[in-house]
């Protein structure tokens, strides 16, 4: 008597090569400011000790690399709060009108340095879905920022939300419909072959650009583990040269 045993650890393997990305690239992107700050201490230690205008220099930059990794740890800390409740479906019942409107009031004035208008699409007797304020509030003000950064200037983003009797994608308690929230930016649009890749953490199509506008590479990876918590679905579409659309599906509250 034979009795073979097989086990498919696909799922292992794949978690725990993840795992080691996510150290890597985290260790890389504290690591890359922190030398920047070591580099220009010696320096001003040392050589410029007595440059008044290499100071201001150095410490203009040093000042834009500390903002960076507070905004990265931040969004690490975020990620991880998210993480931990994943298995534990939020039970509050989330306004998203108000959501919206808190939402283009607090980035209106960032888009205006880009003479960029937030266009608010949302009828007011729209269901309340069922979620985390807070969460969605996070998840929302990331897509908008992206859509802020990487949007053309002198352009319009739409913010919209809308009742779905038959939602398409499997969210929870499907029959009673879904809230819909797009997000709708005119940029350059991306490439098909980035779009599955987007909400990883840390993948940039262009990382020269994405940390030059303030990106952390970590935006994207938040709305999908909150889309998750929440027994939603994340729709990406865009067309280059026109721009990008971000679709959350939540289910009603």
Same mark, same amino acid.
């Given at each position: ?10 799922? %292992? *393997? $794949? ?33 410029? $000790?007595?440059?008044?205008? @290499?100071?201001? /220099?150095?410490?203009? +930059? ?8 507070? =905004? ?8 991880? $709060? +998210? *993480?931990? =409740?994943?298995? /534990? ?24 340095? =880009?003479? %960029?208008?937030?266009?608010?699409? #949302? ?26 950064? &990487? ?6 983003? /739409? ?12 969210? &929870?308690? !499907? !029959?009673?419909? @879904?809230?819909? +929230? ?7 649009? %991306? @490439? ?10 840390? &993948? #940039? ?16 990876? +938040? ?5 998750? =918590?929440? $027994? ?12 990008? /659309?971000?679709?959350? &599906?939540?289910? #009603?509250?």
């Amino acid at each position: 008597l034979v009795m073979v045993a097989l086990y498919d650890i696909s799922e %292992i *393997e $794949r978690t725990e090569k993840m795992r080691v990305d996510f150290i890597a690239n985290a260790s890389h992107e504290l690591k890359t400011p922190l030398s920047t700050f070591v580099g220009f201490i010696e320096t001003l230690q040392g050589p410029a $000790r007595e440059d008044e205008q @290499a100071r201001d /220099t150095f410490l203009q +930059i040093m000042k834009e690399q500390a903002d960076h990794m507070e =905004r990265l740890v931040e969004d690490l800390m975020s990620l991880s $709060r +998210i *993480e931990q =409740r994943q298995h /534990t479906m939020p039970g509050d019942a989330v306004n998203i009108p108000e959501l919206l409107e808190a939402t283009a009031s607090l980035l209106t004035p960032k888009a205006a340095d =880009r003479n %960029i208008k937030i266009k608010i699409k #949302c009828t007011s007797d729209l269901p309340w879905a069922l979620g985390d304020q807070a969460e969605l509030s996070l998840a929302l003000n990331n897509l908008v920022s992206n859509a802020i950064r &990487y949007g053309h200037a002198d352009s319009i983003i /739409t913010l919209s939300a809308d009742f779905v009797q038959n939602p398409v994608d499997d969210i &929870y308690n !499907k !029959k009673n419909g @879904a809230i819909q +929230i797009a997000v709708q930016d005119q940029g350059d649009g %991306i @490439a098909p072959e980035h779009i599955p890749r987007l909400t990883e953490r840390f &993948y #940039c199509v262009d990382q020269a650009r994405s940390r030059k506008v303030g990106g952390t590479g970590l935006g994207l990876a +938040i709305v999908k583990h909150t889309v998750k =918590r929440h $027994r939603g679905a994340l729709d990406i579409k865009s067309v280059e040269g026109k721009g990008s /659309t971000f679709t959350v &599906y939540l289910p #009603c509250a």
